[in-house]
């Protein structure tokens, strides 16, 4: 038995971790293989159960669907194969059987004269499914590749065609019944017309006949310059996901292939990219909604070439609107009451917390049947990436652990602040929903409670530096880039960092050592009109000024248009906060987990500064360096800041 790449929404994806070895006893359903690309990260399935006889793929490699990752000594392969060719076999095949071996799965789909055909569940892609709707009644008239049947796993699901048109004689089985490969879901009466053309033809045929008008279709649509194209939720292997991110707006140009909404389940955070090149003219979907595969997103006036490519979309669009008007009354009913959904004991902000957790699909959804918020859980796995055992070993310590003594009131505390009193009597409230951005950062920023932070206040002269910049940003200009006091200042911290290593460290959660890092990677903290995001400069030590002005330039236009990626994120073990020109005299910034310092920034101001003789002019910038008091000892922060003061004073020393 061999388990192949399924469809992961793109075309190709990288090897990023085996989760099996050879002789390992793997059931259905368990993860074999975790896939990354940069639209998703997703854990592969088993569809079988069995031994692992051999693994066919290697880290690094790249897949696409279809492709070989394992091969299974499965258990009871060979059961359901024999079962559907014994059902096949009762059917009179006399005459395509004299036609031609190849034929002879083919002959009940394409008998010779009028008669009943079993139309079969097909490969699926997982060992059972669950019958969720059944999408046609006695009597009706079908027809080839018309959805007849939707079935349901924990992984996807999944209409399943009709292979024959014709009349429904009888329908075979019931919503709610378990099925597999093989099994009979409707007897059709094929009509004489319809049994004359597929006699000698196979399915492979069968199925490019109700293309071909397509094909036709094409070459008009080719000629026209523009058209309105749809573009819809791909198959993202699970019932239905939440619409994370809006990467576009009405207006935007896109093109091919560019990703323009960013969707959430348990099982992978995908980028839905475009399918055509032209103008947003509308979204369909809002933050926060919930959607499933065909649900139209956007809608795009395409360019010519595009409009052309897209040209089949129209007539994929209608058949998918004729099937949902009958099936939305009934398919509510089977996907609200999901066990996931009952088993889901976490609130939001846990929630939120959870996705900032290194771990697959499955494992989340271990963890939220299970109550567990991930970021207190001890990982074991590569990459300090969490397992289902590190979860099952953290229950078991929590179960084992003696109740503590505390009252009722201190654990109601302990569990965030208490409810809010009622306002009625003081005028009543008008409620604003916050952002999702600042929804997610309520966790990380409740982390602070945990952080013994301390602030060390100083100040930097920067008359020097600022004539200095000054003389400089206007060649900078020409070529397009903004030259800011932030981009020296990112270069002195940079410099400083390599040699106070521990303000760029993490400490241990044992909390007996530092973690030192090989590499710096700023956090840079952004203001948008939905909140605060820090994107990352990745390793400032190593680029010039110019380098770092262009750099910064744009991660703060992409944060401003929504653009940051996930990677874009992640990785920063230490933060510059800068309240720019927006005015203060000094702040205290709050200490970014697990990072152990931050610097803030405010406005610089002009002071008079006594030089023994008397008071000069000068360009003073507040500083404040907010640090883990548990890593960091107050003296040595003191030591930090009047080093970075002498830097910023004469910029000169980097060189020395």
Do not use: C
Request: hydrophobic residues 45%.
């Amino acid at each position: 038995m061999q388990i192949t790449t399924p469809d992961i929404g793109v075309d190709k994806a990288t090897v990023a971790e085996i989760l099996v070895k050879v002789g390992d006893t793997i059931a259905v359903d368990d993860s074999i293989v975790l896939l990354e690309s940069d639209k998703a990260s997703v854990e592969v399935p088993s569809t079988s159960q069995g031994v692992v006889k051999s693994i066919l793929v290697s880290l690094g490699d790249e897949v696409a669907e279809g492709a070989v990752l394992v091969e299974l000594e499965a258990e009871g392969q060979a059961t359901p194969a024999p079962a559907a060719e014994a059902a096949k076999a009762e059917a009179p095949q006399a005459e395509v059987q004299a036609a031609a071996p190849v034929a002879a799965q083919a002959a009940p789909v394409a008998p010779a004269a009028s008669q009943v055909v079993d139309v079969q569940v097909p490969d699926i892609g997982v060992e059972k499914a669950l019958v969720g709707e059944i999408l046609v009644a006695v009597g009706d008239e079908i027809d080839v590749d018309q959805s007849i049947v939707v079935v349901e796993s924990d992984k996807a699901t999944v209409e399943v065609p009709s292979s024959v048109s014709g009349t429904v004689e009888s329908i075979e089985i019931q919503v709610g019944d378990n099925v597999k490969e093989g099994v009979v879901i409707l007897k059709v009466k094929t009509a004489d017309s319809a049994a004359a053309p597929a006699a000698p033809v196979q399915a492979e045929v069968a199925q490019a006949v109700p293309e071909s008008p397509k094909a036709e279709q094409a070459a008009p649509v080719a000629a026209v310059a523009a058209g309105k194209v749809e573009i819809a939720v791909p198959d993202l292997g699970v019932d239905k996901a939440a619409v994370a991110e809006i990467l576009v707006a009405v207006g935007d140009k896109v093109e091919k292939d560019q990703s323009i909404i960013v969707v959430e389940s348990d099982k992978a955070t995908v980028e839905v990219p475009s399918t055509a090149t032209g103008v947003i003219t509308s979204i369909h979907v809002e933050l926060g909604q919930n959607v499933s595969e065909g649900i139209a997103l956007v809608t795009i006036e395409a360019e010519g070439q595009a409009a052309a490519a897209a040209a089949p979309a129209p007539v994929a669009a209608k058949a998918e609107t004729a099937k949902a008007a009958p099936q939305a009354a009934v398919t509510a009913a089977p996907v609200a009451t999901p066990t996931t959904h009952d088993a889901d004991k976490l609130t939001k902000e846990q929630n939120a917390a959870n996705a900032k957790v290194y771990a697959g699909p499955a494992v989340r959804k271990l963890a939220r049947e299970l109550g567990v918020v991930l970021a207190e859980v001890k990982s074991s796995g590569p990459h300090a990436r969490l397992m289902k055992e590190d979860l099952f070993a953290y229950v078991k310590t929590r179960l084992t652990a003696p109740a503590p003594a505390a009252a009722p009131v201190a654990a109601a505390v302990a569990a965030g602040l208490p409810k809010l009193p009622s306002f009625d009597a003081f005028g009543g409230v008008e409620e604003k929903a916050l952002t999702r951005l600042q929804q997610v950062s309520i966790p990380q920023l409740s982390l602070n409670n945990y952080i013994p932070q301390v602030t060390q206040f100083d100040l930097a002269d920067i008359t020097e530096l600022e004539a200095w910049r000054n003389d400089l940003k206007g060649n900078f200009k020409k070529e397009g880039i903004s030259l800011t006091i932030m981009a020296f200042i990112i270069k002195a911290v940079a410099h400083l960092l390599k040699e106070e290593r521990e303000f760029a460290g993490h400490l241990a959660d044992d909390g007996k050592s530092v973690l030192l890092r090989n590499e710096i990677h700023m956090g840079i903290a952004v203001a948008t009109p939905d909140g605060l995001t820090v994107p990352v400069l990745r390793n400032p030590d190593q680029k010039s000024i110019k380098q770092i002005a262009v750099e910064l330039g744009e991660l703060g236009q992409k944060a401003r248009d929504k653009k940051l990626s996930p990677k874009d994120l992640q990785g920063a073990n230490f933060t510059i906060s800068s309240l720019g020109a927006i005015g203060g005299t000094a702040f205290t910034p709050l200490v970014n987990w697990p990072q152990v310092a931050i610097l803030g920034i405010s406005p610089a101001t002009m002071q008079p500064v006594w030089n023994g003789q008397g008071f000069d002019p000068r360009l003073m910038l507040p500083l404040s360096l907010s640090y883990d008091h548990r890593v960091i000892n107050g003296a040595d922060a003191a030591r930090f800041t009047n080093k970075l003061t002498k830097l910023l004073k004469d910029i000169r020393t980097l060189l020395i």
